[in-house]
């Protein structure tokens, strides 16, 4: 495919040995809201401001606006609760970093499905797992300042549910090896259940995420655009880009999932929101259509101004064009 060439054009030698040292952020922190439990004995304004940050959106949109477009979704506390639990370590459901590799014969062979974040170098990929994993303070995942820092595709267990899989960025600084370990990663990787396509909250869709989009349309692969650093985002801001990607989706896109996600790493809704949203991959599995429908309606439910035009299950039928193997889903039932 031409834009396959074009794609190592973009990637190829932006990445030189020679460069300087990267210094490590890598001292593990939780942020102090990042359990949900801490989260609900706050009084009920910031809660529900950090539950729900994209309430507050409303009011940057224009009267022009036909807000029937748009759906909020608050899901109760309990149904955040039930997500953070996947998150939870305990001796029967241990979260670790399993292994690193940078070809896809050296990767682990794993039947559990898989979650993948992709996105620029710097985004916050590596991030947003940290986030992730706040509750499981022994799992080590760095993070830089300094973009190109994630070399290797790292893999990360979460009990028997599922695995997350950092990639290295694309873009300034992304390993010189970079569409040969990942693009094959993305177009054979069986158990590849949902990918994550990070963008910039102040930079927005740039060439590159285009390129990583087309990538993941030619693959059919089911993606989600995920919006990063809001918290450095001016709200206004944060809603044009909101509007535009929700236009871009609608029209270019036909694998991507039709509501875009806003995350920081410092806000516990990275928890509510993400968690959640991993939740279905277990969910959608199962091969019954009320299965599904139900997995969809817990989709559904997230704390964000979901830029929805489509009923669910078209969603569903848009974006689930990938079947997991079948011994998933005798795995996945005694989850
Ligand atoms: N303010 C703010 N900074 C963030 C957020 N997420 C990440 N960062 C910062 O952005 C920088 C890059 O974060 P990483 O998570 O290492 O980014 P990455 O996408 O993994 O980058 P590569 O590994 O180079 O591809 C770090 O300095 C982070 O502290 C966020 O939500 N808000
Ligand atoms: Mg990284």
Redesign the pocket.
Known sequence: MAYRRFVRSLFSNIYTPNQQCIRL?STRQAHELASLRRVSLLPEKKRLGLLYPFSSLEAHLSRQVDKSRFQLFQPDLEALESAERLFTPSPKHQIVYSSSAVRIDHMPELTQPEVCFI?R???????LIRALFSLASEVEVR???T????KKLNFFTVGKAFTLVDM??YGYRAPEDFVDMVEPYLQERKNLMRTFLLVDGGAGLQKFDLVAVEMCEEFCIPYVLVV??I??TRQGALLSLLLQIHDFIEDKTNTCFPQPFL????QSVVIGVIILLLQPIICLTFPTDAKVAYAMLHFSSLPFYALLRHPPLQVLHSTRNRKPPAEFQTHLRTI
């Open positions: 952020v996105g170098s710097n985004v916050g990929k590596s991030s993070v830089s300042k973009p190109g820092h994630t290295p960025g990063t650093k918290d450095k995350v920081s790493y410092c």
